[in-house]
């Protein structure tokens, strides 16, 4: 469930210029998780930190990928159904899915893989047969996943177990963490859209996050938020797509149909006090709709705010967010 949409890149770069005496900030861009990942750091000695940080990233990666074999989720989804003993970073991720089922009535439902599989957005995205459509869906159901300390079992040996609405998220934060952990003053970490940012900026001022215009360009704004120490995500509509027969499908699916969701939101930006409660939060806005996202994201105890873009091009803000016009970036 992966969506680029904050426009990161335009507004956080500037935000360490201000550094003066103390030097300019790290930064360093890397193509990992699928997607654009960049850490910068302030007040490093050097570059080692940004290095092991992105060590750190692969090995996270992989544990959570799907895809690589080895990892804790390929190991659980190879396993028919039998009881599977992970790494207790995968079972924090894997737990926090669970909660985000029960937050979202099922929407948001960790056992999508084999419907992530069949719609194949990250390779040659078709529209699947309805039968095998059917034959996916009868395999979700987040309930039949047993956690029990770091043991997993799918309790439907078919399903395939699918952390993408949670893991760039928790990579973030970890990776942050890392960082202000090895004498940092502060760092963002941008993965993908996927935004953690802990310290502060020398001169003082909130760190700007430019929310992207779903009907323009990669470049384009809609609004800009103003955050202190926080983490954002953004899920959108609009960036992984495809038409067929004159039909637009997207790739944040719903659980329950096996197509992508009919939400009156084209783009939820969440901000959270944890990254991983961001991506996930993000996605449950989108899948839930803007008459059900308020209840169900005022739910978690991270929840700080989120800016809604209706597909209308009304904006909505929940909670605590300071949200202004594109023109003030």
Not at 76 to 85: D, K, L, Q, T
Request: one cysteine or more; glycine letters at 12%; a negative charge.
């Amino acid at each position: 469930m992966y969506a680029i949409a904050l426009v990161a890149a335009l507004l956080t770069s500037a935000a360490g210029c201000s550094a003066q005496n103390r030097g300019l900030p790290k930064s360093e861009t890397r193509l990992m998780l699928d997607t654009v990942c960049t850490i910068t750091v302030y007040g490093a000695g050097d570059n080692s930190i940004i290095t092991e940080a992105f060590d750190l990233c692969a090995k996270l990666e992989a544990l959570l990928s799907r895809t690589i074999e080895g990892s804790d989720v390929n190991r659980v989804n190879s396993a028919c159904g039998a009881a599977v003993e992970v790494d207790p970073l995968t079972a924090q991720v894997i737990n926090a899915g669970l909660y985000y089922g029960d937050l979202s009535g099922g929407m948001f439902d960790i056992t999508i893989g084999r419907l992530i599989r069949l719609w194949d957005f990250g390779g040659a995205p078709s529209v699947p047969p309805g039968a095998k459509l059917v034959e996916a869906i009868s395999s979700v159901d987040y309930k039949k996943v047993s956690l029990a300390d770091n043991t997993v079992q799918l309790g439907d040996p078919e399903a395939l177990l699918e952390l993408g609405g949670l893991a760039k998220g928790f990579v973030a934060e970890q990776l942050a963490l890392f960082v202000m952990e090895s004498g940092a003053r502060g760092v963002i970490v941008d993965l993908g859209g996927d935004l953690c940012f802990k310290g502060a900026k020398e001169d003082g001022s909130p760190w700007r996050i430019g929310v992207r215009d779903p009907d323009g360009g990669k470049n384009d704004l809609i609004a800009v938020i103003d955050t202190d120490e926080a983490s954002a995500a953004t899920s959108g509509v609009y960036e992984r797509r495809f038409e067929h027969d004159g039909i637009s499908y997207h790739h944040i699916l719903d659980p329950g149909t096996g197509m992508p969701a009919e939400s009156d939101i084209v783009s939820a930006t969440v901000l959270a006090s944890n990254a991983m409660d961001a991506d996930a939060l993000s996605t449950v806005a989108l899948l839930l709709g803007s008459a059900k996202a308020a209840g169900a994201l005022e739910k978690s105890p991270a929840f700080i705010g989120a800016l809604l873009v209706l597909g209308t091009g009304e904006l909505i803000t929940l909670g605590n967010v300071n949200v202004s016009s594109a023109s003030a970036a």
